[in-house]
């Protein structure tokens, strides 16, 4: 019972502690890849050093909120969101042998923890109680079912590819390498590109955690971090976007780019790190694209999902399994 006891704490501390390094990392990434974002704002010098002193002013404003509020509903979806994350991050596979969470559709719930998150910007916007945080969260929560709608679509053609769900057997359909030297990754084989392009450009607008709302305002929409109802939960809003980022991130890893594994190279020992590499590695490029795409309206927005990214999920899915169908490409579903 003891060793239970001990496995169960040891996993929880895991989590936790690569959760806090996720939010320093993306964060620091977060402020370091945008010059804009760094003019005249805030004192530290050393930017990655950066998320530490915001959470040190944060916590410093905290004041406290109306009584009614923080002590019936108004933390209940920040705090919810924050658990889905945190059981996310131990369910992630860091390699064929280390998680914290041993489970064959470790794909299958992630993607549901994307999923759920389109809920809570809603249900934080009601519990505030006012109707431009209603408001607010609603536009949010309709774009973002759309674009994970696109997004979780845009993952069936490599599942009926690689044969299921399990993320052992994603990555290991992706070893090898094509004409000598370019790896045989999904990405790298052009039946998965539209999947590939749906699947980036949806997780940039859904989860590209553009600093301060700074996009969002841009086009008159509220960020999710306006939901929070006091600083300090503010700032454990700002730590789960980070950790929705992270998440679709290693899905992209794990979906496209091969997992921990690198063609013709024994990583026995260090492919949590390679893995961990190419997470955050994607996750700049997923910042980089959000912030460099133009200021559009919510309902541009709205019509490059419903009207663009949508429709060539299901298409792409029928001619992938047309493909996979008549050549007798991949595993097939189990």
């Not at 290991?172 to 999947?195: I, K, N, Y």
């Not at 979906?255 to 260090?270: E, N, Q």
Request: net charge positive; with cysteine; hydrophobic share 55%.
């Amino acid at each position: 019972m003891s060793a239970a006891i001990a496995s169960a704490i040891s996993r929880a501390f895991l989590t936790v502690a690569v959760l806090a390094a996720n939010a320093f990392l993306m964060a620091s990434l977060s402020r370091v890849s945008s010059r804009a974002d760094r003019a005249g704002y805030g004192r530290v010098r050393f930017e990655p050093l950066r998320p530490v002193w915001e959470g040190i002013r944060l916590a410093g404003k905290e004041q406290g909120a109306p009584w009614g509020i923080v002590r019936g509903v108004g933390a209940v979806p920040v705090l919810a969101a924050l658990f889905l994350v945190l059981v996310a991050f131990g369910v992630v596979p860091y390699s064929a042998t280390l998680r914290v969470v041993r489970t064959d559709t470790a794909v299958i719930y992630l993607l549901g923890v994307l999923v759920m998150s389109v809920l809570w910007p809603f249900l934080a916007g009601w519990a505030n109680g006012d109707s431009l945080a209603i408001v607010t969260g609603m536009r949010i929560t309709a774009r973002r079912t759309m674009f994970v709608s696109a997004l979780v679509l845009s993952v069936v053609p490599v599942v009926m590819y690689a044969g299921g769900f399990d993320s052992t057997v994603i990555v290991s359909a992706q070893s090898g390498v094509w004409l000598r030297v370019v790896p045989r990754w999904f990405a790298t084989f052009p039946m998965f590109w539209p999947s590939l392009a749906v699947f980036t450009s949806a997780s940039a607008v859904a989860y590209g955690a553009s600093p301060n709302g700074a996009f969002e305002r841009s086009v008159g929409l509220g960020d999710e971090s306006s939901l929070a109802p006091t600083p300090l939960l503010c700032g454990v809003q700002r730590l789960v976007e980070h950790a929705y980022l992270f998440i679709v991130s290693a899905l992209t890893v794990i979906l496209f780019f091969g997992g921990w594994t690198v063609p013709r190279v024994s990583l026995a020992g260090v492919a949590p790190l390679v893995f961990l590499v190419k997470v955050y590695a994607w996750a700049t490029v997923v910042m980089w694209v959000r912030r460099r795409l133009p200021a559009l309206r919510q309902s541009d927005l709205m019509a490059l999902g419903w009207r663009w990214l949508v429709p060539l999920s299901f298409v792409w899915i029928v001619v992938c399994a047309l493909l996979t169908g008549l050549f007798d490409l991949g595993q097939g579903v189990s």
